[in-house]
């Protein structure tokens, strides 16, 4: 009884009007005066702010604030695939067939959540990082590869809450959510960056549409409001960090592991060019 309740709630909260009236407050002057609520409730290191407190004229702009300089360094070695994120990974291991088995209990298909593009077989029998993003944490989204834009695609959806809770209680809630994904072409391979949004998320950003081409670290998109990344790479590309595993925290620019060159011993070559 209590877990259809919750359904239910969950289900009228998460209409997208409710998420747009709480971005329009967030990004209010009026909402400045939570800056200082919000960073106590969540314990947010605010002295990795790159400005002062007292100069956020929002709360949303306190939330999508960039750090300062060298706050989170980015893993030199070039064969490392980083975190895109600061993040809890709540799921990561081999796809099997396609299928992304058990993130909180829930078996998802690639066809599900790539929205059924023909991209997936890439993937298929590829490696995956499911990265819960909590109110605490910086929510700036960087690239995890130096690599070329092959395709962005956005799929729209609903607008759950990817909490616990709600993954344990909402059926496929990573690929009913709306979603925004970066497909990436490195030196080894492709990674795909899902993009998905969550409850009260007004949404998911591009700070700049017109870049195509990224350095390893380079700042890739931003969520307003908490969310997940699913981070994919292309089968036979790579091979998981063995420190890491389910429940492990990682900061945006920590490796999870190594490229793999399947083809050659050609040295990697970093990509400068931007569109």
Do not use: C
Not at 13 to 32: Q, V
Not at 47 to 60: F, G, H, I, Q
Not at 87 to 95: C, D, K, Q, R, S
Not at 138 to 145: F, L, S
């Amino acid at each position: 009884m209590a877990n259809s309740l919750f359904r239910l709630m969950t289900e009228l909260s998460s209409r997208k009007w409710i998420s747009r009236l709480t971005g329009s407050f967030a990004k209010s002057r009026a909402s400045r005066a939570l800056i200082p609520k919000f960073i106590q409730a969540y314990r947010i290191p605010a002295e990795e702010a790159e400005k002062s407190v007292t100069d956020y004229p929002s709360l949303n702009e306190f939330f999508t604030r960039r750090l300062r300089p060298g706050s989170r360094p980015i893993d030199p070695d070039p064969m490392s695939l980083t975190s895109p994120v600061d993040a809890m990974i709540t799921a990561m291991g081999p796809l099997q067939d396609g299928l992304i088995p058990q993130v909180k209990g829930q078996d998802y298909t690639l066809e599900e959540l790539l929205n059924h593009s023909p991209r997936m077989e890439t993937y298929r029998d590829g490696y995956m990082f499911v990265l819960y993003l909590s109110p605490t944490d910086y929510h700036r989204i960087h690239a995890p590869v130096t690599g070329k834009q092959t395709e962005r695609d956005h799929i729209p959806g609903k607008v759950y809450p990817v909490n616990d809770k709600s993954m344990l209680n909402m059926r496929s809630v990573l690929s009913r959510n709306e979603r925004q994904i970066t497909y990436m072409k490195h030196h080894y391979g492709e990674v795909a960056v899902v993009k998905v949004g969550a409850l009260n998320v007004s949404s998911i950003r591009y700070p700049d549409e017109t870049i195509t081409s990224w350095n390893k670290g380079d700042e890739l998109a931003y969520f307003e409001f908490g969310s997940t990344i699913v981070l994919l790479i292309q089968q036979g590309t790579f091979t998981p960090d063995d420190t890491l595993h389910i429940g492990s925290r990682v900061k945006m620019g920590e490796k999870l592991g190594t490229l793999l060159d399947m083809e050659s011993t050609r040295p990697y070559r970093r990509l400068t060019e931007h569109a």
